[in-house]
């Protein structure tokens, strides 16, 4: 995680237009999604899915910090655009540890309640 992407969101959040908690809450449940559809795409043999999914995760764990997140979608993602599935089911595992991580992070950063 990004200690300086996290506080520019608290700084955010400190200004009464934004909440840190809801969007903590919106990317875990987008991400699940897409971590399910990234799945899915594998299984498929599904190269433009895979590119567009793993592009889209790539942007949101941008905007929150995630860096080892985002730089597994980017890889998934360049697998995708060459139109090829092959080698992502490692990467996808990579990235439910680096979202379990994550998860973890942002509970640590919220705190108790």
Same mark, same amino acid.
């Given at each position: 995680?990004?200690?300086?992407?996290?506080?520019?969101?608290?700084?955010?959040?400190?200004?009464?237009? $934004?909440?840190? !908690?809801?969007? $903590?809450?919106? $990317?875990?449940?987008?991400? !699940?999604?897409?971590?399910?559809?990234?799945?899915?795409?594998?299984?498929?043999?599904? !190269?433009?899915?895979?590119?567009?999914?793993?592009?889209?995760?790539?942007?949101?764990?941008?905007?929150?910090?995630?860096?080892?997140?985002?730089?597994?979608?980017?890889?998934?993602?360049?697998?995708?655009?060459?139109?090829?599935?092959?080698?992502?089911?490692?990467?996808?595992?990579?990235?439910?540890?680096?979202?379990?991580?994550?998860?973890?992070?942002?509970?640590?950063?919220?705190?108790?309640?």
């Amino acid at each position: 995680m990004d200690p300086e992407v996290l506080a520019n969101l608290k700084e955010l959040e400190d200004g009464g237009d $934004f909440s840190l !908690a809801e969007f $903590f809450q919106v $990317f875990a449940q987008d991400s !699940a999604r897409r971590m399910g559809a990234l799945r899915q795409a594998i299984e498929k043999g599904d !190269a433009r899915t895979l590119e567009r999914q793993a592009h889209t995760l790539k942007g949101s764990s941008r905007e929150l910090g995630a860096r080892r997140m985002a730089a597994l979608c980017q890889q998934l993602e360049d697998i995708g655009e060459a139109g090829s599935t092959a080698g992502t089911t490692e990467l996808v595992v990579c990235l439910e540890e680096a979202l379990a991580q994550v998860g973890m992070a942002l509970t640590e950063y919220r705190g108790p309640g």
